[in-house]
């Protein structure tokens, strides 16, 4: 539990440092499959499109719940997709925005 704040605490700083300095960052709440595997290490084909799957269902329970809006907010919110970890974050935590 540890290694995952220290994670998402160091998700918030970096963040909040490179998210406008780092033009070729990933915008992960836009990014098609093809470009999350091109850009992020340890995301393939099947993990990107499991991305894409996540991110399209919870925009879909969102709009229902009446929420006009739904991204992922933070590190722990990509965590919830299936197959990524803290490997995952630690390796793309200054490549997406």
């Known amino acids: 539990m540890k290694k995952v704040i220290f ?3 160091s998700f ?8 406008h300095a780092n033009p070729s ?3 992960i709440d836009k990014a098609t499959a093809k470009e999350i595997s091109n850009h992020l290490k340890g995301a393939g084909p099947a993990k990107a ?9 919870a925009r879909t329970a969102a ?3 009446g929420k006009k809006t739904w991204n992922f907010s933070n590190w722990a919110t990509l965590l919830k997709v299936k197959g990524l970890g803290d490997k995952f974050c630690a ?3 200054e490549k997406v925005c």
């Not at 918030?12 to 998210?19: D, K, M, N, P, Q």
């Not at 499109?49 to 269902?57: E, G, L, P």
């Open 25 to 27: 960052c990933l915008n």
């Open 63 to 65: 709009t229902k719940e």
């Open 7 to 9: 994670v998402l605490v």
């Open 49 to 57: 499109k499991a991305i894409i799957a996540y991110r399209a269902a």
């Open 12 to 19: 918030g700083l970096c963040y909040a440092s490179t998210a």
């Open 91 to 93: 390796d793309n935590i």
